[in-house]
């Protein structure tokens, strides 16, 4: 399974775009980059899936350059809700397959 | 999306005690759910992968013995927690995947957690 290497916390206000980058040097073709938010005492909850390129939804946009060994995810306008601990993970999909997660950063989102 | 519950959400048990925590997907099938353990302030650590139907199988450094895992139904997994001591006690938080190939398959869906105190 790929290592991610993400920075430990992260501190923005409320209003602004937060990019929190992941480093996955490792990642197999058949990987695939998914970000997860958790907030204390609760499960995870997914936010974002990708591949390659740019991938948005409704929350997120998830940015992968070509070479895929990075991946960046976008929070914009963040609000005190969405102070939390972000997981990025890589892994191959499909059922059965387990995740490894790595130590996640903290995102701290003040008034 | 899917929704995974876990029951209960937070217990209390005195040492030497069982305990026994129920993971259930509430509106797919989950041929395969995880196990997670996650100490205060750190991240998740899987525990063990379980198989509708077969036994489990743990990571490194899981005792198969003491951390009891069924899987008995495509909608429900069970973490036992044998002969409970203080150092046990943490959040469990199980996971449950869909049915390969169905449109939920590439995502793990995470319950509530449990929170675990042993005394």
């Known amino acids: 399974l790929a290592k991610t290497t993400q920075p430990i916390s992260m501190d923005s206000y409320e209003g602004q775009e937060v990019n929190i980058t992941c480093s996955h040097n490792?990642?197999?073709?058949?990987?695939?980059i998914t970000w997860y938010q958790q907030f204390p005492s609760q499960g995870p909850r997914f936010i974002i899936q990708?591949?390659?390129t740019k991938v948005t939804n409704e929350v997120a946009s998830l940015f992968i350059p070509a070479d895929r060994k990075s991946s960046t995810l976008s929070l914009p306008r963040v609000s005190l809700s969405d102070t939390a601990v972000y997981y990025c993970?890589?892994?191959?999909?499909?059922?059965?397959?387990?995740?490894?997660f790595g130590t996640g950063t903290q995102l701290k989102v003040e008034l | 999306g899917a929704v995974v519950s876990q029951h209960p959400s937070w217990v209390i048990c005195k040492s030497g005690t069982s305990v026994k925590i129920e993971c259930r997907s509430l509106?797919?099938?989950?041929?395969?759910m995880f196990w997670y353990r996650q100490f205060p302030k750190q991240s998740l650590m899987l525990m063990a992968t379980?198989?509708?139907?077969?036994?489990?199988?743990?990571e490194q450094g899981v005792e198969k013995d003491k951390f009891l895992i069924n899987h008995a139904s495509l909608t429900l997994s069970t973490l036992t927690v044998t002969s409970a001591h203080p150092e046990d006690s943490s959040f469990y938080i199980c996971?449950?995947?869909?049915?390969?190939?169905?449109?939920?398959?590439?995502?793990?869906?995470f319950g509530p957690g449990t929170r675990l105190t042993v005394t």
């Open positions: 509106d797919f099938q989950a041929t395969t």
């Open positions: 996971s449950a995947t869909g049915l390969a190939g169905g449109p939920d398959s590439y995502e793990q869906y």
């Open positions: 990708g591949y390659k």
């Open positions: 379980s198989n509708e139907g077969s036994k489990a199988t743990y």
């Open positions: 993970l890589v892994g191959a999909t499909g059922g059965g397959n387990k995740l490894t």
């Open positions: 490792n990642i197999a073709t058949n990987d695939y």
